[in-house]
C-alpha cells in the first residue's frame, strides 16, 4: 500500500493476556517507529529501529513491551500480561533518511 | 521531562483569522522542529518542518517560525478554514538520534 499500515485497527484484551500488534511500513523506508498515545496525552516515543543498527528501546515503559521488525520491513509490537494502563493508541511510523516521518492511522488497544 | 512543551491545550479562532500555535523546547540538541495534524481516530500527518539553520518556513497557509535563543517556534495558519479545526502537535529531533519528541498537542478549532 501507499501508506504506513498498522492492524488490528482496534483490539480489546483482558488484563493479563498478551497482544501484538503489526506495523507494516512505506516501503523502502528505512527507519520505523512505535508511539504510543494515552487519552488526553501527547505521543510518547516507544522504539526506533534503524535499517540494521540496534533498536533504540529508550522509551520501551517496561519489559513487558518488546518489538522486532523482521527483514527490515515489518514490525511487531508485543506487550505481554496486559495491564489497564496500557490502554492507547499505539501509532507506527516510517521515514527515508530524511526528517518526516509518516504514521499510519494507529491501533487502538483497549485493557478491560 | 517534558522535553517540548505546547502550553496551550486548546485554542479557539474565527474563520479567515490567524491562528498562532506554540511550542517550546529546551533541549538543546534539537536541530530540526516538525507540526503534524491529527483527526479524531486518525494518525499523524506532516504539515510542515523547519531545520534549525532557518528562522522560517512557509507553505501555502501554513508559516512555521523558529527562534532559537528563546527555544520557540510557532505556527500561523492564515486565514484559518474550519477543516484546519484538529490537534496540533510540535515534534522535534536531534540529527543523531532521529526518533521525534512530541509536545502535548494543541487542539485548534476554527469557527465557521
Known amino acids: 500500500g501507499a501508506g504506513v499500515s498498522q492492524s488490528p485497527s482496534n483490539k480489546v484484551t483482558e488484563k493479563g493476556k498478551d497482544v501484538e500488534l503489526r506495523c507494516d511500513p512505506i516501503?523502502?523506508?528505512?527507519?520505523l517507529y512505535w508511539y504510543r498515545q494515552s487519552l488526553g496525552q501527547g505521543l510518547e516515543f516507544l522504539i526506533y529501529?534503524?535499517?540494521?543498527?540496534?533498536?533504540?528501546k529508550s522509551g520501551l515503559p517496561s519489559d513487558r513491551f518488546s518489538a522486532e521488525r523482521t527483514g527490515g520491513s515489518v514490525s511487531t509490537l508485543t506487550i505481554q500480561r496486559t495491564q489497564q494502563e496500557d490502554s492507547a493508541v499505539y501509532l507506527c511510523?516510517?521515514?527515508?533518511?530524511?526528517?518526516?516521518?509518516?504514521f499510519g492511522e494507529g491501533s487502538w488497544l483497549t485493557v478491560v | 521531562d517534558q522535553q517540548v512543551k505546547q502550553n496551550s491545550p486548546s485554542l479557539s479562532v474565527q474563520e479567515g483569522r490567524i491562528s498562532i500555535l506554540n511550542c517550546d523546547y529546551t533541549?538543546?540538541?534539537?536541530?530540526?522542529f516538525l507540526w503534524y495534524k491529527k483527526y479524531p481516530a486518525e494518525g499523524p500527518t506532516f504539515l510542515i518542518s523547519?531545520?534549525?539553520?532557518?528562522d522560517k518556513n512557509e507553505d501555502g497557509r501554513f508559516t512555521v517560525f523558529l527562534n532559537k535563543s528563546a527555544k520557540h517556534l510557532s505556527l500561523h495558519i492564515v486565514p484559518s478554514q474550519p477543516g484546519d479545526s484538529a490537534v496540533y502537535f510540535c515534534?522535534?529531533?536531534?540529527?543523531?538520534?532521529?526518533?521525534?519528541?512530541f509536545g502535548s498537542g494543541t487542539r485548534l478549532q476554527v469557527q465557521p
Open positions: 511510523a516510517s521515514s527515508e533518511a530524511g526528517n518526516t516521518i509518516y
Open positions: 516501503s523502502g523506508h528505512t527507519a
Open positions: 529501529f534503524q535499517g540494521n543498527s540496534a533498536p533504540d
Open positions: 533541549n538543546s540538541m534539537f536541530d530540526y
Open positions: 523547519i531545520s534549525s539553520i532557518k
Open positions: 515534534a522535534a529531533g536531534d540529527t543523531g538520534r532521529r526518533a521525534l519528541t
